[in-house]
Nanobody, 119 residues
Framework: QVQLVESGGGLVQPGGSLRLSCAAS????????MSWYRQAPEKERELVAV????????NYADSVKGRFTISRDNTKNTVFLQMNSLKTEDTAVYYCNARFVGTRNYEYWGQGTQVTVSS
């Protein structure tokens, strides 16, 4: 059974930092494209960052470029999202996503972790 479990969310002041973690079990992280999405209240879920299994440069939403960094540790089956210079508009539930595209496609989601940026 595949599980993605996010952690590291919380309340932080504007300008602060948080590091989210996504611990994966039941899959081999190295062959999956891993992404972070977020969903703010009354808004659609949006893609924040993608790290492909091919090892190409990560891609980021324009709104987080230069502030957020996605990384992974395949030996620990864990993906991270380092978030710096946080803004109030970064407030959202952050979700981890794993996607494998091949002869069969697989996609999994975590349950989400709340990030609140407020003074």
């Amino acid at each position: 059974q595949v599980q993605l479990v996010e952690s590291g969310g919380g309340l932080v002041q504007p300008g602060g930092s948080l590091r989210l973690s996504c611990a994966a079990s039941g899959l081999t992280l190295g062959i999956y494209d891993m992404s972070w999405y977020r969903q703010a209240p009354e808004k659609e879920r949006e893609l924040v960052a993608v790290d492909t299994s091919a090892g190409a440069s990560a891609n980021y939403a324009d709104s987080v470029k230069g502030r957020f960094t996605i990384s992974r540790d395949n030996t620990k089956n864990t993906v991270f999202l380092q978030m710096n210079s946080l803004k109030t508009e970064d407030t959202a539930v952050y979700y981890c996503n794993a996607r494998f595209v091949g002869t069969r496609n697989y996609e999994y989601w975590g349950q989400g972790t709340q990030v609140t940026v407020s003074s």
